[in-house]
C-alpha cells in the first residue's frame, strides 16, 4: 500500500523506471493508492472547516457544522477520483499523436501516480487559511510539473522530445482542471458564498 510515495518524491525517474514493469490495474491502483491519497485534503478540510474554520490569516473564521462538512466532503472526494480519471483520459488522447501510444490503463495508473503531490499538499487544509493553502497547492503543482516531465518518457515510453507537447498540454489541462476543482471547493465548503454574504 502507497509503496511509490516516497519513491516518487525522493528519486522519481528511478521509482517511474520501477512502475514501468509492474502489472498495474486502475482498480488496484484506486484500491492503494487513489482512494488513500485522495481521502487526505477531503479528511483534512473536514477538520479544518469544522474545527479551525476559514479564513484570511487574521482573527474572523468561518466554521461549518458537521453535517454541511460531511456533505460537501462527499462530493469534493468524488470530484478528486474523477479528475484522476479524466486526466489520465486527456493524456491518453494527447499521445494519440505518436506511432505507439499508451493505453487508456497506462495512462490512468500515471494520472494517478502523478497526483500525489497535489494529494500530499491537502494536509494544509487542517490550518485552511487561504494563502497557505494556495502557497502549498502552488508547491504541489510545481512538484507534479517535474513529475509530469520526468514520467512521460521514463512511465509511458515517448521521448523527451516528443513528450514536450504532451507534458505542455497535459500540464496547461490540468491547472484549469485543478483551478476548477478548487473554485468548486471554495463553494462547497461554504466560504466563498458567506464572503459574499458578508460583503452585502
Not at 28 to 57: E, R
Not at 151 to 172: H, K
Request: a neutral charge.
Amino acid at each position: 500500500m502507497l509503496t511509490h510515495v516516497w519513491g516518487l518524491l525522493s528519486h522519481p525517474y528511478r521509482e517511474w523506471k520501477q512502475m514501468h514493469d509492474e502489472r498495474e490495474t486502475v482498480t488496484h491502483l484506486y484500491a492503494h493508492h487513489v482512494l488513500i491519497m485522495g481521502a487526505i485534503p477531503v479528511i483534512c478540510a473536514y477538520i479544518g472547516t469544522t474545527q479551525v474554520g476559514w479564513g484570511l490569516g487574521g482573527e474572523r473564521v468561518i466554521k461549518l457544522n458537521l453535517l454541511d462538512a460531511f456533505y460537501a466532503g462527499i462530493v469534493f472526494y468524488i470530484a478528486i477520483l474523477a479528475a484522476v480519471f479524466m486526466m489520465g483520459s486527456v493524456i491518453h488522447w494527447m499521445a494519440q499523436r505518436y506511432a505507439n501510444p499508451p493505453s487508456r490503463r497506462r495512462c490512468v495508473i500515471f494520472a494517478g501516480y502523478l497526483a500525489t503531490p497535489i494529494f500530499l499538499s491537502g494536509i494544509v487544509a487542517l490550518y485552511p487559511v487561504v494563502w497557505l493553502c494556495l502557497l502549498a497547492g502552488i508547491i504541489g503543482l510545481c512538484y507534479t510539473a517535474y513529475l509530469l516531465y520526468v514520467g512521460i518518457p521514463a512511465f509511458l515510453d515517448i521521448s523527451s522530445e516528443e513528450g514536450f507537447i504532451v507534458s505542455s498540454t497535459t500540464l496547461a489541462i490540468g491547472v484549469l482542471v485543478l483551478e476548477a476543482m478548487l473554485a468548486v471547493t471554495v463553494l462547497l465548503w461554504g466560504y466563498g458564498e458567506r464572503i459574499l454574504l458578508s460583503l452585502f
